[in-house]
């Protein structure tokens, strides 16, 4: 732990700070922040940087999902815990997956965390934001991950064609108007292309939707994380594409999970 800065006379006094500026859960959150700082100057920068609004997750460096540490920076999106009931669907559904694509891969969470649980996986992972692609690279590193640059499926090799098991799409589903109602958390700090589905939230889920049959192997899975008052429609873009659909609900985490199978 770093000594403490002339501006924090005692760890109690970043609790006081942090909860001054409506953190909930200050004390955790002071010791995180208390753990990460190297010196007395960077400690004071974390603080403000939090009481400020940004991030506890961007503040301190990383993000805990499923288990790992998950390196994020400015401009990246921070990952959810929701999401890790979308991991938890494509290991029940492909338990034997050997290929992986994480695409809208943001910092890289889900491809690491699947590569994790499957062990020896052929990975791919991709995004449009290159700061969201150097933050994939380094959290997929240790599994062997290769990491791309591009919209969507451009960015993948052409000999991933017919051969993902797991396809992986996290993409975004608020509603252009709802933008503005999000977190300021969410809607300050993390790139708006993360965030913004279009009109009715569901233009990139149409757009993975109608190119995954081919790129998925037979019987490959194809999962996204949509809200609930659009998964009836995502479920119904999915058997548009020729892919058999299903839904899965976690009450818990408030997460709501469309796959759809290839034939």
Known sequence: MPSISPRFTSPDSVVAALRTAGCVFAEDEARLILAAARTPDELADMVDR????????LVVGWAEFRGLR??????????RRRTEFLV???LTLAPGASVVVDLCCGSGAVGAALAAALGPVELH????????????????????GRVHTGDLFEALPADLRGRIDILAANVPYVPTEEVALLPTEA???????????????????????????????PGGRLLVET????????????????????LAVSEELYAHVVAGTRA
Do not use: M
Not at 70 to 79: I, N, R, Y
Not at 227 to 244: C, H, M, P
């Open 88 to 90: 938890e669907q494509a």
């Open 227 to 246: 809200s609930e008052r659009q998964a009836a429609a995502a479920l119904d873009v999915f058997k548009r594409s020729g892919l058999t659909p299903c």
């Open 125 to 144: 992972a991709a995004d449009i934001d290159p700061a969201a692609v150097d933050c994939a690279r380094r959290n997929t590193a240790d599994a062997g």
């Open 70 to 79: 998950v390196t994020v920076a400015p401009g990246v999106f921070v990952p």
């Open 50 to 57: 939090r009481v400020t609004g940004h991030p506890l997750e």
């Open 187 to 217: 809607r300050d700090h993390e790139p708006r292309v993360a965030l913004d589905g279009g009109t009715d939230g569901l233009d990139i889920l149409r757009r993975v939707a109608t190119e995954a049959p081919r790129w998925l192997a």
